[in-house]
């Protein structure tokens, strides 16, 4: 047909489905102090990506013929632990405090002081291993995907793409803990013919003695093309430290300016983003940035000013 080009469409097909364990442990504020410490289990589980995309998902293989539910798995945005601590303190000095609360002119000073610190850390996000070195069969919208066979923290073994380590920059999981799915181009394997080689024509069927279809469309060979679930691997944690300090000057009444300055990544802790080589190959499990956190938020530690008037 003529002046049509190509389309595309969004389908709200997909299930998702999120359990929590969710703790709390407080000290309301009092002294001039307050506590509180929260910790998270949950899990969340969909079987195809959001309308916006995830990073590292996998998205949905082939949806005219494996189901959705054969993608139901991990989601990329699902985070297992998470704990958190946070401080308020109010220094116990200046006017309505303990101590050094009669001088004006010293409250201005030592007056109106207080600081919070928040500590969190949680475990990292799941992505999709994809294969490497074989032909993939045509159709495929998203895919295929490698096999888990090992835990992917396994390191060691003796194929050439195994890591001596994991957990690092190099290598956050081990290559040789996936494995891949069937080899649609490659007519022999080691020496020997590939019973999974999917013939171009007709005539290449009989020129390479393939018992394999053309076309491909029974679900059992499918998946066998297709490799395994998304998102089975689970990425680097975050950890943070962020603080703030606070301070009041009485103005007019009930008239009062707020200093505040705002510090995070207190520790300059450096966040590993997700391996930019998610493969199975040599340099499977290789990261080489820093995790996203927000909009023009640095990974490095940067302090932020403000002055309020509150009148």
Known sequence: MPDFGGSAYTGFAGMSDYSSLQTKVEKRMSHGYNLLATYTWSHALDDAVTPLGSTGDGNYRQTNLI????????????????????????LPFGKGRSYLNQNAWLDQIVGG????????????????????????????????????????????GGGSNCATSVKNRTHWYNPCSYANPWDAGARTINGSPNPHYIPKNAADAAASGSTTPIY???????????????????????????????????????????????????????????????????GGGQITGPRTLQNNAPDARFIQLSLKYAF
């Open 67 to 90: 189901p959705f539910k054969y993608d139901y798995a991990n989601a990329s945005f699902d985070v297992r632990h998470r704990f958190t601590f946070n401080a308020l303190y109010e």
């Open 113 to 156: 002081w207080s600081a919070n610190a928040t500590f969190f850390a949680q475990t990292g996000n799941y992505f999709t291993v994809k294969p490497s070195g074989i032909s993939t069969a045509g159709g495929f919208e998203n895919g295929p995907f490698a096999y888990q066979t090992q835990g992917e923290f396994t390191a060691g």
């Open 216 to 282: 491909v469309t029974d679900l059992t060979s499918v998946l066998g093309y297709a490799g395994g679930r998304r998102d089975i691997a689970v990425g680097p944690g975050l950890e943070r430290v962020n603080m703030s300090v606070f301070k009041n000057f009485s103005v007019y009444h009930e008239q009062n300016l707020t200093f505040r300055a705002d510090i995070f990544n207190l520790f300059n802790t450096p966040s590993l983003g997700e391996p930019s080589t998610s493969d199975n190959s040599v």
